[in-house]
C-alpha cells in the first residue's frame, strides 16, 4: 500500500489546515486508517485514527480541534485541523494497518508515507 499525505503549511496559531492522503489500494474498506505526527527530538505520537468499521480515537490534545475522515470511494483519508497551536508543529503521517484496529501506537500500523510538514506559529 502507498500513502501519498499532501496539505501541509505554516499557518499562525488559530489558524487551520486540512491533510489529505492519497491510498493506492483498491480494498481500501479493508485498512484501518491514521494520522500520526512528530515533533523534533520527540517520539511520533498518534493524532486520529479510524477503523475500518468507522469508530475513530483522538489524542486529547487534539480532541474537539481536529476531525478524521475518509472517503472510500476516493480512496483518501483526510485531517480537517483547527484552532491550530505552536504545539500541533510536527511532521505529520499518514498510516494504514490491514483490519480492524484501534491501537494509537504507531507500531499498530504497517504502511507509512512520507509525511507532510505542518509549522504553527505564535
Known amino acids: 500500500v502507498q500513502l501519498v499525505e499532501s496539505g501541509g503549511g505554516s499557518v499562525q496559531a488559530g489558524g487551520s489546515l486540512r491533510l489529505s492522503c492519497a491510498v493506492s489500494t483498491y480494498t481500501f474498506t479493508s485498512y484501518s486508517m491514521g494520522w500520526f505526527r512528530q515533533a523534533p527530538g520527540k517520539e511520533r505520537e498518534g493524532v486520529a485514527i479510524q477503523s475500518i468499521y468507522g469508530a475513530t480515537r483522538y489524542a486529547d490534545s487534539v480532541k474537539g480541534r481536529f476531525t478524521i475522515s475518509r472517503d472510500n470511494v476516493k480512496r483518501t483519508l483526510s485531517l480537517q485541523m483547527n484552532s491550530l497551536k505552536p504545539e500541533d508543529t510536527a511532521m505529520y503521517y499518514c498510516?494504514?494497518?490491514?483490519?480492524?484496529?484501534?491501537?494509537?501506537?504507531?507500531?499498530?500500523?504497517?504502511?507509512w508515507g512520507q509525511g507532510t510538514q505542518v509549522t504553527v506559529s505564535s
Open positions: 498510516a494504514a494497518a490491514y483490519g480492524a484496529r484501534t491501537t494509537m501506537t504507531p507500531d499498530g500500523y504497517a504502511d
